[in-house]
């Protein structure tokens, strides 16, 4: 089950990347085991992640050198959704791994939302703005990437963004985007102080809107242990690749 539940993850990732390429007006390329867009890609998005096993090794090769002979950019991404590539010799570094992590879908009670945040739903082109700016505010997205999420994803059934506003901006937030039986979790942020209550409270607020969907996304050093404590367990790795010639 497990690898079924990896391959769910790997796809549902993959469609966000391409909802995002096409956001962008450079939509990506499906293959029998891989996404791939020889396109400048928005920051933070690879040019190729891969979804399928071993046996699908002679299409994702294809695609990596398809890559390399048109390159995108003068470095560009590849996420090994199983790290089974060695890429060194290519050309590529690692620059980071990650665990794949599920929560099987159920129903329950949500925290509890007596606290001094507001907790709402993104509707319309400014409150993206504002909840972006709030992203780029945590580690992960430290610097100044404003416009990587354009307000056509709001239009789309399958996207949901949440985020919880207190003191003047978004302390807090998430994606939400449902392939299949399954909703990806990504771009989530929380404040320093109470972590895990925010985390959990997206978390709900995305199942809310999409119930009777087990969750799935990746996460890896303290993101990781709170997808612990909110209920998601690792189910396998990836690594991600970069290739800087």
């Known amino acids: 089950m497990t690898e079924a539940q990896q391959i769910a993850a ?21 293959h029998h085991g891989c996404w791939i867009n020889e396109q400048r890609m928005p920051p933070f ?23 390399k002979q048109n390159p995108p950019s003068d470095a560009w991404a590849v996420k090994d959704s199983f790290m ?9 570094n690692v620059l980071f ?42 580690d992960s997205a430290e610097g100044d990437y404003q416009g990587i999420f354009k307000s056509s994803l709001l239009d ?19 994606i939400g985007f449902v392939t299949g ?25 995305i199942r809310e809107r999409f119930p009777g969907k087990s969750m799935v996304g990746y996460e890896a050093g303290d993101s990781l242990v709170l997808a612990r404590g909110d209920g998601f367990a ?3 790795s990836l690594r991600i690749w970069v290739y800087a010639g």
Do not use: K
Request: hydrophobic share 40%.
């Open 10 to 30: 790997a796809i549902n990732n993959a469609r966000w990347c391409d909802l995002i390429a096409q956001s962008h007006g450079v939509p990506g390329e499906f």
């Open 97 to 138: 791994e990650a665990s794949w992590i599920w929560r099987d879908a159920h129903v329950e009670e949500g925290p509890s939302a007596a606290d001094a945040i507001d907790w709402l739903t993104v509707e319309d082109a400014d409150q993206l703005r504002e909840w972006e700016w709030g992203w780029m505010q945590t």
């Open 234 to 236: 690792p189910i396998g």
């Open 45 to 67: 998005y690879p040019n190729m992640v891969t979804f399928g096993a071993a046996q699908a090794a002679n299409d994702i090769m294809d695609c990596l050198e398809r890559l």
């Open 84 to 92: 089974e590539l060695e890429l060194t010799e290519q050309g590529y």
């Open 156 to 174: 789309s059934p399958d996207v949901v963004i949440v985020g919880g506003w207190a003191r003047g901006h978004f302390v807090a937030g998430g």
């Open 181 to 205: 039986d399954v909703v990806g979790v990504s771009n989530l942020f929380t404040p320093q102080d109470d972590p895990l209550h925010c985390w959990q409270r997206v978390t709900y607020l």
